[in-house]
């Protein structure tokens, strides 16, 4: 079962620099999110969609772009790296709405110099 | 703005003792809750969860309980056990929203 699986692991980007995280789970969920993670700031919400051609913001969406053009993909876009997206970033998904078990990648660490 | 707060940043106990992790919460709109673990290196696990209808939901060592009038909920782990050494964040859901917001995460170390 390979669950929710985000590529790269590990990138350094340079500021200015684009690029995408990928996020896909074979699990058939119709709900789908991105989270990053800092140091005190715990787990906050960047975007997340209900269901395929469904997005909607989270706590910190400024700097990211989000598509889910099918159930099992919902890729994360920089369109424009800042030293203050260095993050980890975790892809999850649930069946429904985040009130059960929400399944989480194992994260993707992200340098921005 | 912090809508979930986890105002303990560490916390250590004896193994075979209870852990207690509490949780504070602004958002009188949210309806449902969740505690979540966290090893290094890994993705955060599901580990219990409870509706604002109740006050009390258990699964075996891990019990949660909910004070809605405080804003206010904790994790109960008996016996504590080396394994359970994680951080460990609470989440909350808005009726009627797809957002889950976590707190900033509390870190247990359970001490043999």
């Known amino acids: 079962n390979a669950g929710v699986t985000q590529t790269p692991k590990f990138q350094v980007l340079k500021t200015g620099q684009s690029m995408t995280l990928q996020c896909a789970q074979d699990?058939?969920?119709?709900?789908m999110s991105w989270y990053r993670q800092d140091p005190g700031m715990g787990l906050r919400l960047i975007h997340y969609?209900?269901?395929?051609?469904?997005?909607d913001q989270g706590e910190v969406p400024n700097g990211y772009n989000v598509s889910r053009s099918t159930t099992e993909d919902f890729p994360l876009r920089l369109l424009s790296a800042a030293p203050s997206q260095t993050s980890v970033y975790f892809c999850?998904?649930?069946?429904?709405?985040?009130?059960?078990?929400?399944?989480f990648g194992e994260g993707s660490r992200l340098t921005v110099l | 703005d912090q809508q979930v707060k986890q105002n303990s940043p560490s916390l250590s106990v004896q193994e075979g003792r209870i852990s207690i992790l509490n949780c504070d919460y602004t958002?009188?709109?949210?309806?449902?809750f969740l505690w979540y673990k966290k090893y290094p290196a890994e993705g955060p696990t599901f580990l219990i969860s409870?509706?604002?209808?109740?006050d009390k939901n258990e699964d075996g060592r891990f019990t949660v309980f909910l004070n809605k009038s405080a804003k206010h909920l904790s994790l109960h782990i008996v016996p504590s056990q080396p394994g359970d050494s994680a951080v460990y964040f609470c989440?909350?859901?808005?009726?009627?929203?797809?957002?889950?917001?976590f707190g900033q995460g509390t870190t247990l170390q359970v001490k043999p």
């Open positions: 999850a998904s649930s069946y429904g709405k985040p009130t059960g078990e929400l399944f």
């Open positions: 699990m058939n969920h119709e709900y």
């Open positions: 969609s209900v269901g395929a051609g469904i997005t």
């Open positions: 958002n009188s709109m949210f309806d449902y």
């Open positions: 409870i509706s604002s209808i109740k």
């Open positions: 989440a909350a859901s808005p009726l009627n929203t797809g957002k889950l917001i």
